[in-house]
């Protein structure tokens, strides 16, 4: 089946230093989504990039879908970039298909 | 803007009762929702696709019986646990888009955590 893998699974690192997250996935995605998990639980979607890069204030994701895998940089962290960073693919009529999660930490 | 509200944000039930939350699309139209589970410890899981105006479609592992879904309109759907135990705690969480097949922006409710004493 469809796969998505995360790495690395927690990251723990000083506020202002910069955060690379990667995600694999099992087969060519048609959308592929980078979600923030608040440890309130709560998930706000951050980009979607099914290829190439894009960028939102702090946030940078690139795509390179031929080798199916995607990568999410965050400048500059901030203890409040604290949280869970899912990787997501998309197929089959709207279908999403979770990573496990990258367990970001920023430490004052 | 686009908003999707999800209720009851928590709640606590006893081993074989049941609990049904609902998902509310505000400034557009939900074409197709879908219904997501987070265990403890795990990533979400999609329980079922509902497309109005087409059969809702459950993942393996996942059935109507247990997991009644109601889509009755472009604003609105619901879903019950129905006798729920300790496997089913988690955060469910609804998903919908206003556009069929995958396309389209995705907003998501909040979240309705159940938790089974």
């Known amino acids: 089946g469809q796969q998505v893998q995360q790495s690395p699974a927690s990251l723990v690192l000083q506020e202002g230093e910069n955060a690379e997250l990667q995600c694999n996935f099992s087969s060519t995605a048609t959308q592929l989504q980078w979600f923030y998990q608040s440890p309130g639980g709560s998930l706000v979607s951050l980009l979607s990039?099914?290829?190439g890069t894009k960028h939102t204030g702090r946030l940078t994701s690139t795509t390179v879908t031929k080798e199916r895998r995607s990568s999410l940089h965050i400048s500059s962290s901030q203890t409040t970039d604290s949280g869970t960073y899912l990787c997501a693919i998309v197929y089959n009529q709207g279908k999403l298909i979770f990573g496990q999660g990258t367990k970001l930490s920023i430490k004052p | 803007g686009a908003l999707v509200y999800q209720y009851p944000r928590r709640t606590i039930c006893k081993s074989g009762t049941s609990m049904r939350m609902e998902c509310q699309a505000v400034?557009?139209?939900?074409?197709?929702v879908a219904w997501y589970r987070q265990s403890p410890q795990k990533t979400f899981e999609l329980i079922a696709l509902?497309?109005?105006?087409?059969?809702?479609?459950?993942e393996q592992n996942f059935t109507q019986e247990k997991f009644p879904i109601s889509h009755p309109n472009l604003s609105f759907s619901s879903m019950t646990v129905l006798n729920a135990y300790l496997e089913d705690r988690g955060l469910y969480l609804c998903g919908a888009r206003d556009r069929q097949g995958g396309t389209g922006q995705l907003y998501f409710g909040e979240g309705s955590k159940l938790t089974v004493l």
């Open positions: 400034g557009f139209q939900a074409t197709s």
């Open positions: 990039n099914p290829s």
């Open positions: 509902s497309t109005v105006n087409s059969a809702i479609k459950y």
